[in-house]
């Protein structure tokens, strides 16, 4: 399975960007799939995730203002990021078959987003 990510960029505090993530394969609709970040000096951590059935789970600090939603018609998924803060800056990661709260053994290559205050 191979991801690759885009849609990260540099946005001011408040506002918006959608990260995508497109996936080889024809098994997508089967995975779990994640977002996860990493930013400078700090360990990745889980953003969101969306299981093969569509539940998802967030990190407490994206709740109410970030929303994972996937297509699997088109081997996509989706970050809809909004109310950014400077404190989401980080490479977002996209992740393939992992859980609800684990990522799985497939990583995409990261898109850099910058919030500036």
């Known amino acids: 399975v191979q991801l690759q990510a885009s849609g990260g960029g540099l946005v001011q505090a408040g506002g918006s960007l959608r990260l995508s993530c497109v996936a080889s394969?024809?098994?997508?609709?089967?995975?779990?799939m994640g977002w996860y970040r990493q930013a400078p000096g700090k360990q990745r951590e889980l953003v969101a995730t969306?299981?093969?059935?569509?539940?998802?789970d967030y990190a407490d600090s994206v709740k109410s203002r970030f929303t994972i939603s996937r297509d699997n018609a088109k081997n996509l998924v989706y970050l809809q990021m909004n109310s950014l803060k400077p404190e989401d800056t980080a490479v977002y990661y996209c992740?393939?078959?992992?859980?609800?709260?684990?990522?799985?053994?497939?990583w995409g290559q990261g898109t850099q987003v910058t919030v500036s205050s």
């Open positions: 992740n393939a078959a992992g859980t609800r709260q684990r990522p799985g053994k497939y």
């Open positions: 969306i299981l093969s059935g569509g539940s998802t």
């Open positions: 394969g024809s098994i997508f609709s089967m995975f779990g």
